[in-house]
C-alpha cells in the first residue's frame, strides 16, 4: 500500500532556528514530490522534486530528493514567526493513464518569538 | 490569494438537511478536484475532473455528489451526511490533469450536527 510518512510530527523552535522536515515514502510509479505550506486553510506550492540530488531554493527554504532512499528534506534556514504552518508533502504517482497525489499527515511547525 | 474560491468558509448542517459547496477558479485552469482535510489525518482526494468529465472517483460515498456545469466551476452537492463527514473541503485546480502543481481553495470548514 502507498505511503507518505512525514516527522516529525510537530516541532516546536525560536526565531532564528534552523528546522529540517522530513518526508519518506513507499509508492508504486512515482513520478515527483511536492511541498505545500498550509496556514490557515488554503496550502501553497513550495516545491516539486522530481530529480534526486537537485536541491531547489527559495529564500530561507530549500529542499532535496533522494530517489534512492525514499525520502526528501524540507529545510528552513532563520526561521521566523511567519514561518509558523502546517507543511505537507505530497508524492505524485501515475496509475491507470493518470495521476494521484498522496498526501502525508503534515509536519506542524510553531516559531516562537 | 490562490485564484481559487470557495463558498461558504463554514457551513454547519444537520443530518438531513441538502446543502451544496461551490468552487470556482479563475485561472483557466481544466482540472479540479475535491479534498476532505480530517482532523490529523492526510489530505484525501475524493473527486477529479478534467475538462468537465468526472476522471476518478475515490471509494467516496453518494452522499456526496460532485457537479462540473464548466471548467471554472465545480460543486459539491451533500445529503444525509453523517457527523464523521465534518471536515474541511478544499478544493484545487491545476493547468491539466498532468500538471505538476495544484492551486488550493480556502476551504470549507463543515460541520454536521
Known amino acids: 500500500e502507498d505511503k507518505v510518512v512525514q516527522s516529525p510530527l510537530s516541532l516546536v523552535v525560536h526565531e532564528g532556528d534552523t528546522v529540517t522536515l522530513n518526508c519518506s515514502y513507499e509508492?508504486?510509479?512515482?513520478?515527483?514530490l511536492l511541498w505545500y505550506k498550509q496556514e490557515k486553510k488554503a496550502p501553497t506550492f513550495l516545491f516539486m522534486l522530481t530529480s534526486s540530488g537537485i536541491e531547489k531554493k527559495s529564500g530561507r527554504l530549500s529542499s532535496i530528493l533522494d530517489k534512492k532512499e525514499l525520502f526528501s528534506i524540507l529545510n528552513i534556514t532563520a526561521t521566523q514567526t511567519g514561518d509558523s504552518a502546517v507543511y505537507l508533502c505530497?508524492?505524485?504517482?501515475?496509475?491507470?493513464?493518470?495521476?494521484?497525489?498522496?498526501f502525508g499527515t503534515g509536519t506542524r511547525l510553531k516559531v516562537l518569538a | 490569494e490562490t485564484g481559487v474560491t470557495q463558498t461558504p468558509r463554514h457551513l454547519v448542517m444537520g443530518m438531513t438537511n441538502k446543502k451544496s459547496l461551490k468552487c470556482e477558479q479563475h485561472l483557466g485552469h481544466n482540472a479540479m478536484y475535491w479534498y476532505k482535510q480530517s482532523a490529523k489525518k492526510p489530505l484525501e482526494l475524493m473527486f477529479v475532473y478534467s475538462l468537465e468529465e468526472r476522471v476518478e472517483n475515490n471509494s467516496v460515498p453518494s452522499r456526496f455528489s460532485p457537479e462540473c456545469p464548466n471548467s471554472s466551476h465545480l460543486f459539491l452537492h451533500l445529503h444525509t451526511l453523517q457527523p464523521e463527514d465534518s471536515a474541511l473541503y478544499l478544493c484545487?485546480?491545476?493547468?491539466?490533469?498532468?500538471?505538476?502543481?495544484?492551486?488550493f481553495g480556502p476551504g470549507t470548514r463543515l460541520t454536521v450536527l
Open positions: 484545487a485546480s491545476s493547468q491539466d490533469r498532468t500538471s505538476g502543481r495544484e492551486f
Open positions: 505530497a508524492v505524485r504517482r501515475h496509475t491507470s493513464g493518470t495521476y494521484k497525489y498522496i
Open positions: 509508492v508504486t510509479n512515482f513520478r515527483s
